[in-house]
T-cell receptor, first 112, second 116 residues
């Protein structure tokens, strides 16, 4: 079934370690996004990409970086993980402006 | 900027009860409006949408009408089921018509629990 695939589904990570969360979509959507979901705070946008080769900062970008080398892949990297980055991370994509986004199943990350 | 204010939760109902989850928004222009649902342990799924004023989105017995005059998009269902237990999010594309390509602004989410 077409959609968005995230990996890993869950991870326990030692503080200070580097980690890349993977996201791949097969819908040929132009735009992709990374959100984090925390209890009581809803979903907050980390980074986004309008098209391959471009990225932008969202609401909470500090400590995270992204790249968009091609249409399908949008990895999120934590350079040096901290406990406050414990969260559930969702990748999403959309065709274009003013259209709905499609979400992956999420990555549950625990930083200890 | 654009924003969404969603009914505070949680909401607990008995099966077959009526449901309303309130959502109001502030936006430039007239963006599309969405309701997403998140079942336990899963990602968000689009439940329904409306693309212009007075449109009614519907799916799985849920409905929501795009009310421009009250800037609202309330979610309703006449008879809820246990399987409707989930978290519901109201959302709109931020800066629609600009260069943001539809990144979404979400409400805080409403936890719905339906008991048999």
């Amino acid at each position: 079934i077409a959609g968005i695939t995230q990996a890993p589904t869950s991870q326990i990570l030692a503080a200070g370690r580097r980690m890349t969360l993977r996201c791949t979509q097969d819908m040929r959507h132009n735009a992709m996004y990374w959100y984090r979901q925390d209890l009581g705070l809803g979903l907050r946008l980390i980074h986004y990409s309008n098209t391959a080769g471009t990225t932008g900062k969202g609401e909470v970008p500090d400590g995270y970086s992204v790249s968009r080398a091609n249409t399908d892949d949008f990895p999120l990297t934590l350079a040096s993980a901290v406990p406050s980055q414990t969260s559930v991370y969702f990748c999403a994509s959309s065709v274009t402006v003013n259209t709905e986004a499609f979400f992956g199943q999420g990555t549950r990350l625990t930083v200890v | 900027g654009d924003s969404v204010t969603q009914m505070e939760g949680p909401v607990t109902l008995s099966e077959e009860a009526c449901l309303t989850i309130n959502c109001t928004y502030t936006a430039t222009g007239y963006p599309s409006l969405f309701w997403y649902v998140q079942y336990p342990g899963e990602g968000l799924q689009l439940l329904l949408k409306a693309t212009k004023a007075d449109d009614k989105g519907s799916n799985k017995g849920f409905e929501a009408t795009y009310r421009k005059e009250t800037t609202s998009f309330h979610l309703e269902k006449g008879s809820v089921q246990v399987s409707d237990s989930a978290v519901y999010f109201c959302a709109l594309p931020d800066n629609a018509g600009g260069t943001s390509y539809g990144k979404l602004t979400f409400g805080q989410g409403t936890i719905l629990t339906v008991h048999p």
